[in-house]
């Protein structure tokens, strides 16, 4: 397509520049029953899976119907839920922190036509559009990142892993069977952009090979101090190394046997690449939680070492969260999240049950810290 311009005049880059104004405010968009009964709120119930009700002090009810989001979307598909929300809520809708898309009604017979619009909306391949449910006691949606899609420092793809699980735990995304809800994520470097710290599963990409230098280019792409400094393990110093054709050149050194290949060095420098087709993979990692309920908040703690990058399917992964779930909606109690239960039951009964191999890459060797998550207690089960 010919070149249009917006109005914006290359030649005088800061004339009539916009800056600094910010987001909308919020309240712009509110619906209105949401604008007349703000902070009167009295209680809310969950009436089916993925619909919510709210009652406020005025007797006003709202009825919210939440759908599973796919995050990374088209206009297309936007444009349809605007579509949707013009049918059935004045032209108002909202997206959570998980990324699912609320509509909301405030009367109750409009809420039935409004699933039933939503439940028969399906793409060409046969998955539902806009899926009802992620309420209560079940999954929801899977908070995750960039993949191949978009990064450059991924160990393994977002999207595609995020469908293959969401599809294996279709079922809970649309009950509320489990002993407490079932937080999912996925960052696809230690980067962690996200929740896969502090989720009750997590899967994360993992690589297995220290980075490759490109040696020749290094000096000219690289701030070498800020590569040498980026290294949790100081793996890496400066030094001089002979190309091919006889020339010295200043780069960096890296001492093999103490990298963890976490990635640090090359997001700070291109000539440090280290992604491999083999060697990247998916470390799955459990019990983490950020409510205050109960418990105090808890850190995931890593379950499996490696899963290699299925295509584009992931079937190990997604056998193991999946099998993970159904041990411990079998054996938790009601309201126990999953980190809960592991920590009650004993870390050794949670691998038994679960059928996980424990291998040595499951024992914290990162400095003085992990000392404190070794046992200094003869109390364990045989
Ligand atoms: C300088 C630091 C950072 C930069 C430049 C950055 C940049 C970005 C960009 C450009 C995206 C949009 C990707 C896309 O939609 O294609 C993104 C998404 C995201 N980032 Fe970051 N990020 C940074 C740090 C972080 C950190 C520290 C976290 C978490 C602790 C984080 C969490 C996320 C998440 C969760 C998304 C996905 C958001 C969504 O659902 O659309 N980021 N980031
Ligand atoms: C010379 C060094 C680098 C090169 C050549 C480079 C190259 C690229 C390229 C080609 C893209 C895709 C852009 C697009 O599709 O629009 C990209 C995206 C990105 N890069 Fe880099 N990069 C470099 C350094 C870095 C560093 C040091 C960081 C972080 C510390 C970084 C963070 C990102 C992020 C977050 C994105 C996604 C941006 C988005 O979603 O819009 N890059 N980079
Ligand atoms: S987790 Fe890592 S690879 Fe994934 S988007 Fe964040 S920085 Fe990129
Ligand atoms: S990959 Fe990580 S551990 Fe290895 S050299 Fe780079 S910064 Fe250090």
Redesign the pocket.
Known sequence: MAFVSSGYNPAKPMENRITDIGPRKYDEFYPPVIKKNKGKWLYHEILQPGVLVHVAESGDEVYTVRVGGIRLMSVTLIREVCDIADKHCDGHLRFTTRNNIEFMVDSKDKVQPLIDDLESRKFKGGSFKFPVGGTGAGVTNIVHTQGWIHCHTPATDASGPVKATMDVLFDDFKNMRLPAHVRVSLACCLNMCGAVHCSDIAILGY?RK??LMDHEYLDKMCEIPL?IA???????KPGKVELADGTSVKSIL??EP?????????TMCPS?P?ADTEGDGIVIMAGGKVSNRISAPKFSKVVVAFFPNEVPRWPQTTNCIKNMIEVYAADARKYERLGEWAERIGWERFFEKCELDFTHHLIDDFRDPAYYTWRQTTQFKF
């Open positions: 690589h220290p980075p590569a980026s290294c949790p393990t100081a793996a890496l890296v001492n103490r990298c963890m290949f976490c990635g640090n060095c090359y440090m280290l």
